[in-house]
């Protein structure tokens, strides 16, 4: 494993600016996520140091013939609706950003997530603080689909699960929440993991291949990538 001595840096905008690549993932993937690991974070491996963006992540997913169909489909779909949000939950606060193609932050606003026990009082609340960043975009018809990285995020059911650091028990269905509730694509994975595919792509471990990301919040985390590749486990809880 390489060692990384991290730069100071806000590291909840690489988990937001992350949300491009988990939205793009699950486009160019089957509706249902499958149990391999994310085909952007092998290209982003390849590709480690440039000025990522959408447009390129498709041109170059279309190099193969039989792909070359479904890409055109999404480019022109993502053309339309340029912008993701990103959530960044911790046990305390809840970051939410409004990010381009370019992995750019437009817009960012926050709620605490400890002043909501009941997960639709939260969601419902996100979605109010979500308004003004929308508008900057131009509304929720701009948006192509919405990442979240949570703590406990299951990768695999798009669900976070029996999350010590949160005040919600059980299996709450955040993705479906906040399908119903904004009426776009949502996909979730667990926060640690989304910050290693951020550092991966923005930030301190570019061009590694090799890594452990430690997040320290309200509790503590990690993201395992070897060979290019985050570690997710048969039930989406490595690391």
């Known amino acids: 494993m390489q060692r990384i001595t991290p730069k100071k840096h806000d590291s909840s905008a690489y988990t937001l600016r992350n949300a491009l690549h988990i ?15 994310p085909i952007f974070a092998m290209w982003a491996d390849k590709k480690a140091g440039e000025n990522l963006d959408a447009r390129h992540f498709l041109t170059t997913f279309a190099s193969t013939k039989k792909n070359k169909n ?4 999404l480019m022109e779909e993502i053309l339309e609706k340029p912008y993701v949000i990103g959530l960044d939950m911790g046990g305390t606060n ?3 950003g409004i990010v381009d193609q370019r992995g750019t932050i437009i ?5 605490k997530t400890q002043a909501y026990p009941d997960i639709n009082d939260y969601v419902k609340a996100a979605v109010d603080a979500l308004q003004p960043a929308l ?3 131009g509304g929720i018809d701009n948006i192509r689909g919405m990442g979240i990285g949570a703590p406990s995020g299951n990768f695999y059911n798009g669900t976070i699960e029996r999350a010590a650091n949160l005040i919600w028990q059980g299996i709450v269905p955040i993705c479906d929440l906040f399908e119903e509730a904004l009426g776009v694509p949502c996909r979730v994975t667990n926060d ?3 910050a290693a595919l951020g550092e991966m792509t923005y930030g301190v471990a570019r061009g590694m291949k090799n890594f452990i990301m430690i997040t320290l ?8 990538v070897v060979d290019g590749r985050v ?3 048969s039930d989406g809880f490595a690391g």
């Open 23 to 37: 939205v793009l993932h699950f486009l160019q993937c089957a509706e249902k996520p499958t149990r391999f690991p």
């Open 70 to 73: 479904k890409t055109r489909i």
């Open 94 to 96: 809840s970051v939410f």
């Open 107 to 111: 817009a960012q606003t926050a709620i």
């Open 135 to 137: 508008d900057v975009v």
């Open 192 to 194: 640690a993991n989304a």
């Open 217 to 224: 919040g309200t509790g503590v985390g990690s993201g395992i």
């Open 231 to 233: 570690v997710y486990g």
